[in-house]
């Protein structure tokens, strides 16, 4: 969290609006079958949206979100739901690869997807011990 807000600090991501920072898939085919079968959202590829375990919005995106939940339709998935919602006000995407989208470690990302408990005790501890969440070797 620190290196995130250092982040933010450093950069003018504060002083400007419809800000959406992280890492980003872009033309993703919806699924008409497996595990993230969507059988709602009618176009053949999602707008672009954030993939992986975090991302930092703009507090005026956050709170058009908040203003329009009611009657913002859920789709499959949080991340797809996002880009679905934002694509309707235009965000300007800030894309950061220190916001992983896969499980591929590395000492300076600010976030890993689709952890075990396990796992996330181990990078835990990796990162106490040897200040490297991936590897202490």
Excluded at 10 to 16: D, E, I
Excluded at 51 to 74: E, F, K, R
Excluded at 101 to 121: A, E, G, I
Aim: negative net charge.
């Amino acid at each position: 969290m620190q290196r995130i807000m250092q982040a933010i600090d450093n950069s003018r991501l504060k002083s400007q609006s419809k800000i959406w920072w992280s890492q980003f898939r872009k033309h993703w085919q919806v699924n008409s079958y497996g595990k993230w079968t969507d059988l709602e959202y009618t176009a053949s590829e999602y707008p672009t949206f954030a993939c992986g375990s975090g991302y930092v919005m703009s507090s005026d995106l956050v709170h058009w979100i908040a203003s329009n939940t009611q009657i913002l339709h859920p789709y499959q998935g949080e991340d797809i739901s996002m880009g679905i919602w934002l694509s309707a006000v235009n965000p300007h995407y800030v894309t950061d690869h220190h916001w992983q989208c896969s499980h591929v470690c590395h000492d300076d990302m600010y976030s890993l997807p689709d952890n075990t408990p396990q796992q996330l005790h181990q990078l835990w501890q990796n990162k106490l011990q040897c200040n490297n969440p991936c590897d202490c070797s």
